[in-house]
C-alpha cells in the first residue's frame, strides 16, 4: 500500500465566537493554512501510479473554491470554525469526492481511499482528522 499527500494552501479570515471575552479569537482575523490530503492505495501496475496528483487536486477543488479568501464564519456549517471543526467540514466535503467514477477503476473497484486530513494554522499548530 503506498501513501500520497497532496498538500493545498488556502488564505481564510474567521473569528472564533465561543472564546471567552477578550479572548484574541473572538476578533476577526486571518490564517494562511496549509492542508494535507492524505490517500492510500495500490499501485497500478500498468501505470506506475495510484492516482495521478491531479485528480486529487481536481477532487478538491470544489471544497477549495469555498474556503480560500473567503470569511469561514459565513460558510453554512463553519458559524464556530475552530480548527478542529474546519478540519471535519473540508473531511466532509472531500469524502463526497473521493467517491465519484474518477476514483473507480474499469471493474468498479476503488483506487485511492482518503484516510487522513492535516490542517496547519501555522508552523507549530495543526489538527488531524481520520473521518467519522
Given at each position: 500500500?503506498?501513501?500520497?499527500?497532496?498538500?493545498?494552501?488556502?488564505?481564510?479570515?474567521?473569528?472564533?465566537?465561543?472564546?471567552p471575552?477578550?479572548?484574541?479569537?473572538?476578533?476577526?482575523?486571518g490564517?494562511?493554512?496549509?492542508?494535507?490530503?492524505?490517500?492510500?492505495?495500490?499501485?497500478?501496475?500498468?501505470?506506475?501510479?495510484?492516482?495521478?496528483?491531479?485528480?486529487i487536486?481536481?477532487?478538491?477543488?470544489?471544497t477549495?473554491?469555498?474556503?480560500?479568501?473567503?470569511?469561514?464564519?459565513?460558510?453554512?456549517?463553519?458559524?464556530n470554525?475552530?480548527?478542529?471543526v474546519?478540519?471535519?467540514?473540508?473531511?466532509?466535503?472531500?469524502?463526497?469526492?473521493?467517491?465519484?467514477?474518477?476514483?473507480?477503476?474499469?471493474?468498479?473497484?476503488?483506487?485511492?481511499?482518503?484516510?487522513k486530513?492535516?490542517?496547519?494554522?501555522?508552523?507549530?499548530?495543526?489538527?488531524?482528522?481520520?473521518?467519522?
Amino acid at each position: 500500500m503506498h501513501k500520497l499527500v497532496q498538500i493545498v494552501r488556502f488564505e481564510s479570515a474567521r473569528k472564533l465566537p465561543k472564546v471567552p471575552e477578550g479572548h484574541p479569537c473572538g476578533n476577526v482575523y486571518g490564517l494562511a493554512f496549509k492542508l494535507e490530503v492524505h490517500v492510500e492505495g495500490k499501485v497500478d501496475p500498468e501505470t506506475g501510479f495510484v492516482i495521478d496528483f491531479g485528480h486529487i487536486e481536481s477532487a478538491i477543488k470544489p471544497t477549495y473554491d469555498l474556503i480560500d479568501h473567503n470569511y469561514l464564519n459565513d460558510i453554512k456549517g463553519l458559524e464556530n470554525p475552530t480548527s478542529e471543526v474546519l478540519v471535519e467540514w473540508i473531511w466532509n466535503n472531500l469524502y463526497r469526492h473521493f467517491n465519484n467514477e474518477w476514483n473507480f477503476d474499469k471493474n468498479q473497484n476503488k483506487i485511492c481511499n482518503l484516510v487522513k486530513l492535516v490542517l496547519w494554522e501555522n508552523e507549530v499548530s495543526r489538527v488531524e482528522f481520520k473521518g467519522n
